[in-house]
């Protein structure tokens, strides 16, 4: 049974059966939805926060969602030290500045790379923020309660990714 821990790859289907559990137990003990997007403006107003001192304040975003430490925080955390077991338990842990699919299309510059991931990073976050939660919200949470909202958020993001796959990548 614990060799599922340590394969290179998960089941999809166990994987997905998963995360819907998660997405009960959120429901059933915090009645919360499951969602990651919150959990770094929070973070981001702690930071802010620290370096500005009463700024935090004033701004009225930061009234809605108040920066501290929440489940969601820590699920946050959770996932990125699960990520870290996983890929150790399974032998695939390596550090890598430029993963081969980008370097065969546009080469193998850490600084490019850096430059790719930041832009995506601030594009997700602003859309994420837009559409008024992130993908795992829409695509989890906001499909298990059949909000047509988010059933469309998903539909437009599928969308998206595909066309971004053949116009980046030339896939065919």
């Given at each position: ?10 089941s ?6 998963g ?8 429901f ?18 702690m930071?802010?926060g620290t370096f ?6 004033d701004n ?5 969602f ?7 925080v ?13 890929a ?13 699919m980008?370097?065969?299309r ?9 430059l ?10 602003f ?16 499909i298990?309660?059949?909000n047509?909202t ?23």
């Open positions: 049974m614990l060799e599922i821990l340590t394969a290179e790859q998960w999809p289907y166990i994987a997905g059966a995360i819907g559990v998660l997405s009960w137990i959120s059933a003990f915090a009645d919360k939805p499951l969602g990651c997007s919150t959990s770094y403006l929070r973070a981001f107003g930071i802010r500005k001192k009463g700024k935090r304040e009225p975003y930061y009234e809605k108040v920066p501290g430490i929440d489940w969601q820590m699920l946050v955390l959770g996932i990125i030290i699960g990520a870290f077991i996983s150790w338990t399974s032998g695939i842990f390596a550090i890598s500045m430029v993963p081969d980008f370097a065969v546009f080469g193998d510059n850490a600084l490019l790379r850096a790719f991931a930041a832009a995506g990073g601030i594009l997700l976050g859309g994420a923020r837009f559409a008024g939660g992130c993908t795992s919200g829409h695509g989890i949470s906001g298990t309660q059949m047509i988010s059933i469309l958020t998903v539909v437009f993001m599928f969308a998206g990714g595909i066309a971004t796959a053949f116009v980046i990548y030339g896939v065919t």
